[in-house]
């Protein structure tokens, strides 16, 4: 499954302890917070959330820095 532009962030920052995913999230409109909410829940009724693949997101944003 290919995942969109928020489904990622949403994995991403699922992967950040709790202190800096809130730092993150700070200047973020609540709408946007609400969406990618969302699409977390949807991707764990799915079934399409792992480990695995928040992993593969992790390294894919942590790729793009270093390009």
């Keep these: 499954m290919s995942l969109t532009g928020k489904q990622k962030a949403a994995l991403l920052l ?3 302890d709790p202190a800096a995913a809130a ?3 700070k200047g973020v409109d609540a709408r946007m917070v609400q969406e990618l909410a969302v699409e977390l829940s949807y991707l764990d009724a ?3 959330r792992s480990a695995q693949q928040t ?4 390294r894919q944003f942590c790729k793009s820095l270093q390009d």
């Design 14 to 16: 699922t992967s950040l």
């Design 23 to 25: 730092e993150l999230l």
């Design 46 to 48: 799915a079934g399409h």
């Design 55 to 58: 992993a593969d997101v992790v």
